[in-house]
């Protein structure tokens, strides 16, 4: 689990920015004390739920851009100096000379079986520059497994194992594999280099999923194309009645595609007869249907994937996601979560998460705010994003526990601008002058 990451000159983050995913002192009220927020590792209270909120722009997708790039360079081998599909992206701040070219740099903290984790990146120009990796076992003091520089005038990486944690014949075939855009931990092969260290981060970020927003999942796969398919049923239909949907059942329906002679003659010269034939002449899709009760022989009616709200779709995709992450026991990103998913529901999801889940964090952005009213909410869940107008940079803040007390409305707080995190809109009276005046007046304009 993610104790801390530190971002500096990242896209909107200019400046070192720290997040701490560690629970605070605060205690639940009496009656949510079922829902299990953290879990204790290494002495550490991990937050299990992290809730972004801030007005668009402000940096909440760049912040979970960074934890998308870490894993990036931890996961994929970079065979090539050169080629495209293996470039490191440039994630310099790009508003300011001084950070212009600059190194990036993200530092993650993390538990795994027991061990403390330090990870630390700094690059530029398709070119790692520096990483390391420490461990701590308990109260012991970190050890370095391993340190990786790059020389730029002699255009070599070094690395150093001061801990001799790594074997010297798997020392080897990471000397040889590290080219300059290369992570050490990305050569990570189980049949070649023995190293529990490699292989625990190697495989824990690889099994983070990331989603851009539950919108763009596929419905039909997320539901049909698993091993578990039978299980997932049972619970989801389980848990829609415990939400209050009528959805009784579900089955996934396939369509085959048809195409008129003109189309089909216009592909096979366009794409050749062999790629047409693979991609497009048994061309199906799937589409979900739902069982409602009904007032119809079968007692039952069906509705399309396209005929349910999209709430009620989100909804679905929410708990698929959390569901595999319980099971898998990987972590979650998913951002501009929650669209039209009532407060009360949502509410449930969280607690059905938490309920299943162990050693597993799941870490949302929304504009949803009726979120931060959601029952048994824990306040330091919430971090709140805001970015300066004049400089583009992105700062970040937590809720003081000690200035508001536990039965004051954070929602509130919030929409009176207490975090800095709302649109800077002109003043009513204002802005109803400039409809008039600016934007009506330059519109009719002859």
Known sequence: MIEQITLRNFLSFRDEEKFDFTASMEKPKKEYSFMKWFEEMNKKKILKAQFLFGNNATGKSNFLHAIAMI????????????AKEYRLRDTFFKLSSATINQPSDI?????IN???YTYEVEYNDNTILNEYLERQDGSKKPVRIFERN????????????PSKNISLSSQSVINESVIKNTSVISVYDEKNIESEDLKNVYTYFSHIGIFDNLEDLDLATMLDERKDKDLLKEILLDLLNDLGSNIIDYKIKKFKIKIGEREKNILKMAL????????YAERTISKVEFAHPADLPEGRGWLSEDEESEGTINMIKLIIIL?????RKAPIIID????????????????FFLAVSSNIQFIMSSQQLSIMEMKG????????????RQTGVTSCQSIDLRKYHKNLSILNAYLNNSFGCLPASPPLEEWIVKLEEHYKAKINQQ
């Open 71 to 82: 894993t990036n360079i931890i996961c994929m081998k970079r065979t090539s100096k050169t």
């Open 107 to 111: 530092k993650v903290v993390f538990h």
């Open 114 to 116: 027991k061990i403390r």
């Open 150 to 161: 790059f020389d730029k005038e002699k255009d070599i990486v070094t690395i150093n194992y």
């Open 272 to 279: 050749g007869e062999d790629v047409f034939n693979e991609e």
């Open 323 to 327: 569901y595999d992450a319980s099971r």
């Open 336 to 351: 501009d979560c929650a669209v039209g998913i009532h407060r009360e529901t949502f509410g449930r999801i969280i607690q």
């Open 377 to 388: 909410f824990r306040r330091d869940t919430v971090r709140f994003f805001d970015k300066d």
